[in-house]
């Protein structure tokens, strides 16, 4: 449930939140471009909080970048620029004047493939998060917030008594859930997964797919997904993105889940989500 910030700490002494719970995402006719090539044109999208949206169509049309301009991660690539707005609870994360880490602190990031820290320990991996919230944590409190998140992430009862070990000495999909809680560590208000299951086996993906509906509660989530069976068990709203020949990144069609994978509004959507490209 949504934290207020002046509430007294946490009695376990874990650092208080950047935020005050989900927040709810909007892209604003977001445009974008690597160096001359437009890749997104004017795409807009509200995704609520304490929902999951999906975002599916096929390779090339777009999402990862979208993903990444939800957080500012685009501005890495140098050759990229940007139009448009991404409101955050209402504020612009683009506003001059505001820092990254504003945007960062606040919304998270799992990619496709798992990527710990493989030398550090489980316990560095998930502390590590907290380098981004600019505050020393003390033992005890690093200690409880491991143990927190670690729990959310569906990983703490594998790995409570081999905290010391490396990161990289853990299964894909154990790795996979690291890296969750490595996210989590900073209390996001907005989780962005790139096909978090991408390279995973069945079994793995499922039991991310149980955390995603339990984290639902606490943050706002956005997942790019290829499966079209994973994006109607996790999400609650989709956006179809589509690039046609030559053309940038749209959305096509967006709204409830239930109602795009029932009835398609657009033939191209009933195409992709019915697996005919
Ligand atoms: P998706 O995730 O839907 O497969 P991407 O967002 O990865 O799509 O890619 C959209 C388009 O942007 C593609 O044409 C891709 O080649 C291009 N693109 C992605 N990343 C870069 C980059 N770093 N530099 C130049 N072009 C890129
Ligand atoms: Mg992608």
Known sequence: LPR???EDPDPAGVPPAP????????ARSVSAWFGSHQVLDRVSLDMPA???TALIGPSGCGKSTFLRILNRMHELIASASLAGEVLLDGEDIYDRGRRITHARRQIGMVFQKPNPFPA????????????????RAGRGEKDALVEECLTKSGLWKEVRDRLRQPGGALSGGQQQRLCIARSLAVRPRVLLMDEPCSALDPT???????TIAELSEEVTIVIVTHNMQQAQRVSQLCAFFLAEQGTPGVIVEHGPTTAMFRSPRDSRTADYVQGRF
Do not use: K
């Open 4 to 6: 207020s910030g002046d």
């Open 19 to 26: 935020g005050t719970g989900p927040a709810s995402l909007r």
């Open 204 to 210: 793995s993906t499922r039991r991310i797919e149980e």
């Open 120 to 135: 550090m320990s489980i316990y560095d991996n998930v502390v590590s998060g907290l380098r981004l919230n600019g505050r």
């Open 50 to 52: 304490r929902r999951v």
